[in-house]
């Protein structure tokens, strides 16, 4: 730890390797929203937030627990529901008038064809415009839920219907 007599203890939430600062100053430079992605051991959670001197503010937040109702009866941590949620979170965002956002993933390694990605891809496809690169999304058989089962497949068109009313 400390190698000679001054020592600066790190940031709090740095310590607990919750917030990279530098990141997080480049992101709050572009002036734009963000578009966060996170996992849990159970959902995946997509915002779009905003920065104020106060705090950051949510525009849109919501979780992959939301596309219960919508008819979704499988897994709340797979692909397809992290697609589904940033294509539904897309839509709010786009009724608020959020038309753009850059992505913020936190600490989580850019894996390709990850759930992150996949989330990305849903916001993408509802109308966001968000910077990234083509090779970094999931296939659309590993989106669409076809590589678990066909009613899987099903069950995802039928979900995205509903979201498009």
Same mark, same amino acid.
Do not use: C
């Given at each position: 730890?400390? $190698?000679?007599?001054?020592? $600066?203890?790190?940031?709090?939430?740095?310590?607990?390797?919750?917030?990279?600062?530098?990141?997080?100053?480049?992101?709050?430079?572009?002036?734009?929203? $963000?578009?966060?992605?996170?996992?849990?051991?159970?959902?995946?959670?997509?915002?779009?937030?905003?920065?104020?001197?106060?705090?950051?503010?949510?525009?849109?937040?919501?979780?992959?627990?939301?596309?219960?109702?919508?008819?979704?009866?499988?897994?709340?941590?797979?692909?397809?529901a992290a697609y589904l949620t940033g294509y539904l979170?897309?839509?709010?965002?786009?009724?608020?008038?959020?038309?753009?956002?850059?992505?913020?993933?936190?600490?989580?390694?850019?894996?390709?064809?990850?759930?992150?990605?996949?989330?990305?891809?849903?916001?993408?496809?509802?109308?966001?415009?968000?910077?990234?690169?083509?090779?970094?999304?999931?296939?659309?058989? $590993?989106?669409?839920?076809?590589?678990?089962?066909?009613?899987?497949?099903?069950?995802?068109?039928?979900?995205?219907?509903?979201?498009e009313v």
């Amino acid at each position: 730890m400390a $190698r000679n007599a001054v020592y $600066r203890v790190k940031m709090r939430r740095r310590r607990e390797g919750k917030t990279n600062y530098r990141k997080r100053l480049a992101y709050l430079k572009s002036g734009k929203p $963000r578009a966060v992605v996170r996992k849990t051991l159970k959902y995946i959670i997509v915002q779009i937030v905003e920065y104020h001197e106060d705090g950051d503010r949510i525009l849109v937040g919501l979780t992959s627990k939301k596309l219960k109702d919508y008819g979704w009866s499988g897994s709340f941590k797979n692909t397809s529901a992290a697609y589904l949620t940033g294509y539904l979170a897309g839509k709010l965002a786009l009724q608020k008038g959020i038309k753009e956002a850059i992505l913020d993933i936190g600490l989580q390694r850019p894996v390709k064809g990850s759930r992150v990605f996949a989330a990305l891809k849903g916001l993408l496809d509802a109308g966001l415009e968000i910077p990234h690169g083509e090779d970094i999304f999931p296939s659309e058989e $590993r989106i669409k839920g076809l590589h678990i089962s066909e009613e899987v497949g099903k069950m995802f068109e039928e979900v995205k219907a509903k979201m498009e009313v």
